[in-house]
């Protein structure tokens, strides 16, 4: 059963770049059958698409978030990445990573990482 | 880019079948997709691919859907099933979109 970690800082100041890396464990990233997402939540609201990646590389972003956002992947590390530019207190959440079943739909999720953006 | 709409909230006593809808023009071409959300915790996917339950899942939940509408049933409610759900596609651009949320109240 695969297994997801975020890691990554749990403060970031307004107009900088928030930075989390989702580790993935009991499977392999470089699988056809997965592609891997990013998904958030501020406090007290619903759910946010944020993007996914295929471990080749191709990336699909929410088209409100796209200028700002960038995921790669590191096949090597088994990881991958989510870089958010330019952050404000709007992008305070707790961010998740997870695996997505042909693109379409998140079977395992991780635990999530609270990241605020506060000077 | 498209819309998912639910309702905000559902109550329901012990026993007795809650329905919690999901609603966009989308729908007809799409599959929808259903979380249940409890406090604290990460979304957990009840149902996939409109109707199809993950393995572990209890057989109380079940899909459906009709034209712009996906229904999320849950029968024989119990006090464990109170949390939000919420409903979500995704159409084969790879553009994933969630509805609101809504919160099930076990009364």
């Known amino acids: 059963q695969l297994q997801l970690q975020e890691s990554g800082p749990g403060l970031v100041k307004p107009s900088e770049t928030l930075s989390l890396t989702c580790a993935v464990s009991?499977?392999?990233?470089?699988?056809?059958?997965?592609?891997w997402g990013w998904i958030r939540q501020p406090p007290g609201k619903g759910l946010e698409w944020i993007g996914s990646i295929y471990y080749r590389g191709s990336t699909y972003y929410n088209p409100s978030l796209k200028s700002r956002v960038t995921i790669s992947v590191d096949t090597s590390k088994n990881q991958f990445s989510l870089k958010l530019s330019s952050v404000t207190a709007a992008d305070t959440a707790v961010y998740y990573c997870a695996s997505n079943s042909g693109n379409y739909y998140a079977d395992y999720w991780g635990q999530g990482t609270l990241v605020t953006v506060s000077s | 880019s498209y819309e998912l709409t639910q309702p905000p909230s559902v109550s329901v006593s012990p026993g007795r079948t809650a329905r919690i809808t999901c609603s966009g023009d989308?729908?007809?071409?799409?599959?929808g997709y259903w979380y249940q959300q409890k406090p604290g915790q990460a979304p957990v996917l009840v149902i996939y691919r409109d109707s199809e339950r993950p393995s572990g899942i209890p057989e109380r939940f079940s899909g459906s859907t009709s034209g712009t509408t996906v229904t999320l049933t849950i029968s024989g409610v119990q006090a464990e099933d109170e949390a939000d759900y919420y409903c979500?596609?995704?159409?084969?651009?790879?553009?994933?979109?969630f509805g609101g949320g809504t919160h099930l109240t076990v009364l």
């Open positions: 989308a729908l007809p071409k799409q599959y």
């Open positions: 979500q596609s995704a159409d084969s651009s790879g553009e994933t979109v």
């Open positions: 009991g499977g392999s990233i470089s699988t056809s059958s997965y592609y």
